[in-house]
C-alpha cells in the first residue's frame, strides 16, 4: 500500500508521462505528415522524428519499469522481464541522447557564424556529418551490450528474489551503472561544448552589430537566442535525468524504501517529457500545427 506522498508523486509521474507521450507522438507525427507531403525527408525532420521515436519508446520502458518494481517487485525479478527493459532502455536512453546531440550540431553548423575553415568545411558537410553521427549510434550499442549489460543482467538472474539486487556487491553494482552511463555522458559533453561555441558565436555577432551601430535584434540573433534556449533547456532536462536516473541506481541498495524510487522516476521523465514541449515551441512548422491543433479541440 502507498502512502499519501507516494501516491502523489506517482500521480504527477503519471501526468508527465501522458504529456510526454502525446507531445513526443505529436513532433514525429507531424514530421512524418511534412514529408509525405513534400516527398522529401530534410536532415532536421529525420533527428526530430527519430528523437521524438526515441523519447516516446523511453517514457513507457520507463512507465512499464516503474509500475512493475512498485506493484510486483517479485514478478520483475522472477523471470526475464528486467533483463527486456534493460535491453530496451539502452536502446531508446542512448538514441535519446544521440539525435538531441545531433540536433544541437544541426544548430550550431547552421546558425554559428565562424570564419575557421575546419568549421567552413564542415558546415559544408553537415548531412554527411550528421548520417556518420546516427550511424555510430548501433556501434555504441554493440560496445554496451557485452560489456556492460550482460554481467549486470547475470547478477540479478542468479538472485532471483526480492532481495537480489541488495545481495548483489554495492561496488560492483555501482562500477557497472557508472560503466553503463559513460557513453551516454560523453555524448552528452559534446551537446556541452556545441552550446558553449553558439554562445560564443553570439557574442562574436552582438559586438560586430554593436560596431556597425545596426539593430541587436537581427534574424542572425534571434536564431542564436532560439538555438541557445533549447541547447540550455536540454542541458537542465538532462542534468534532472541524470539525477534522477541517480536516485533510482541508490534506491536498488534500499528496496522497501518506495518513496526514493518514486521520486527518482519523477525527476527522470521531466526530461523526455518537458523537452518535448520546448521543441514545439522553438520550432515555426511544430508551434503552427500545434495552433491549429489547438482551434480545433476549441471548435
Known sequence: MLSIVEGLLLFVAVNESVLGVLGNGFIGLVNCINC???KKISTLSLILTGLASSRFCLIWII??????????????????????????WIIMNQSSVWFTTSLSIFYFL???NFSHCIFLWLKGHITEILLLLMGCLPISWL???????MPFINNIMKNRSTTGLVTMQK???????????????????LCLI??????????RHNRRMQLNATGFRDP??????????????????FILYFVGTAIQILSVTVPENKLLFIFGMTTTILYPCGHSFILILGNSKLNQASLRVLKLLKC
Not at 542572425?220 to 532536462?237: G, N, Q, R, Y
Request: include cysteine.
Open 110 to 112: 547552421k546558425i554559428a
Open 143 to 149: 560496445f554496451t551490450f557485452p560489456n556492460i549489460t
Open 36 to 38: 509525405v507531403k513534400n
Open 220 to 237: 542572425s540573433t534571434e536564431a542564436h537566442i532560439k538555438a541557445m534556449k533549447i541547447l540550455v533547456s536540454f542541458i537542465i532536462l
Open 194 to 203: 556545441t552550446c558553449f561555441l553558439i554562445i560564443t558565436s553570439l557574442w
Open 63 to 88: 512507465t512499464t519499469d516503474a509500475y512493475v518494481r512498485v506493484f510486483s517487485p517479485d514478478m520483475y525479478l522472477s523471470g526475464n522481464l528486467s533483463q527486456y527493459i534493460a535491453y530496451l
Open 171 to 189: 561496488s560492483e553494482y555501482f562500477i557497472n551503472q557508472i560503466l553503463f552511463n559513460l557513453g551516454t555522458f560523453l555524448v552528452f559533453v
